[in-house]
């Protein structure tokens, strides 16, 4: 669309611009998600007359403030951001379609175990095992497409970041990598999902990274940055861009008071499409620094966990994921968001310092 409008009023060089398309997908994004927050959050309401369930051994102030919240407000980032994606990407690269793709259905997986927490009115819904074992195969069937797409030199490679020109080519054996940074994404930013504004704050800031490192790796500026060049990336910063509209249009009616949660139909897609991100642009280890909130939250769990089974039912934390354990220290709300997006705000400058050049 965008080409023939370029063509009929003689701007396509303009048009053509990776950068201006990334503005015009940012903005698209933010006004979509700013103009229909409204509806949905109505739509939303109708139909879940007690809203999201709220855990009881959580921090006592969330049953009072947080009940009856709706939830699925993930439609709403997704729906803006795949409007700017088919309007600004080059919908023949099939990076666009793969990431399309991956939100898509993890959108449906969440929205599965959204639906089932509010219809059945309990916090636990879809089994971990299902969930999983969903995750896994649609994170392997991207990663094969992906796979097929990217250059044969770059293709099971494993940059290192800081470190100009290292990597580590790990054969098939990528394959199996590259599912745990997609699950783990989606999973990651799924527990950060638990208080008003922390995921959609802390994923606008890696989005970020991700979209200079995209821009970066599809032009011939990659070589100069140690950065792989990935001929379809400069269609992920667009991608990226429209994301990061959808997230901040979201934190206008997500901000304390939360006037609707993100839910698993929209933190299980978006750090599901993180992770394939970073496996389009090679850049598996960055995340792990740019996230490296996400990676906390989801270690605070497992440690949780395994302290709790070693320990014959002690507790490592007072609550987890590790937000919560912040709160119950005392920690008003606002505070701990503030805290973790200063610390997320840091963990992607230092990423961005990455980017070094020649």
Known sequence: M???LAEVFHFSGWAESPYVRCFLAFFTALALTLCCGGR???FLHHHQLKGQPIREDGPKSHLLTKKGTPTMGGFLILGAAIMAMLLFCDLSARFVWI???VLVIFCA???ADDYLKVTRQTSAAMTAKVKLLLQFGTALAAILLICHETPAEYRFMLNFPYTPGWSWNLGWWYVPFAMIVIAGASNGVNLSDGLDGLAAGLLSAVFVVFMIAAYLSGTVLALNYYMPAIPQAAEVAVMCAAVIGGCLGFLWFNAKPAAVFMGDTGS???GAFLGVVAVM????ILLAVAGGVFVLESVSV???VGWFR???GKRFFRMAPIHHHFEQLGWAETKVVFRFWLIGTVLAAIALASFCGR
Do not use: D, P, R
């Open 268 to 270: 299980l897609a978006l």
């Open 310 to 312: 070693i320990s014959g």
């Open 40 to 42: 949905l959050i109505a």
């Open 99 to 101: 990431g399309i793709a």
């Open 302 to 304: 497992m440690i949780q």
């Open 2 to 4: 965008l080409v023939y």
């Open 281 to 284: 642009l090679k850049q598996e």
């Open 109 to 111: 997986v969440g929205f």
